[in-house]
């Protein structure tokens, strides 16, 4: 008799603990729904996740490099791609877009110092890690340069 009253009590016992976690469970959605940025918070995800996914499939076309107005929006456009997608925790193509922004910056010692100070260690050290291989990129997406374009 003992022993069928403990599995009675064991039963009462996991059903209402059970039952607790399923309460706590729609209490924290219910409270993560009526947070007034849920939703902001949650088309930022997607349309970062989107971007990500759009730019996992297409390679990076960069600009002509004596089209100095192409490479200045190239270069908005990859910086504020890449801190996107480093927002919402994809490092790899995130670093990845700045590191484009990085290459074709007219001054990118001065970007990296200022990268260093914003950007987190590993985010840094990764950008660092993957520079060298963005130039021969650059190199094979620029024509090779005319006769004339040599002074």
Do not use: W
């Amino acid at each position: 008799m003992e022993m069928i009253s403990s599995r009675i009590a064991l039963g009462i016992a996991a059903g209402v603990c059970g039952t607790l976690f399923l309460g706590y469970c729609i209490y924290f959605d219910h409270q993560r729904h009526s947070d007034p940025d849920f939703k902001k918070k949650l088309h930022e995800r997607r349309r970062a996740k989107k971007m990500a996914a759009s730019s996992n499939k297409r390679t990076t076309v960069f600009p002509d490099m004596k089209d100095h107005e192409a490479v200045q929006r190239f270069f908005l456009q990859e910086i504020q791609l890449g801190e996107e997608l480093l927002a919402v925790g994809d490092l790899e193509n995130g670093v990845d877009h700045i590191g484009n922004a990085v290459a074709v910056c007219g001054q990118p010692n001065d970007l990296l110092n200022l990268l260093q100070q914003t950007l987190q260690p590993q985010e840094f050290h990764l950008l660092i890690q993957r520079l060298p291989a963005v130039a021969p990129r650059i190199v094979k997406a620029t024509p090779a340069m005319q006769e004339e374009d040599v002074e």
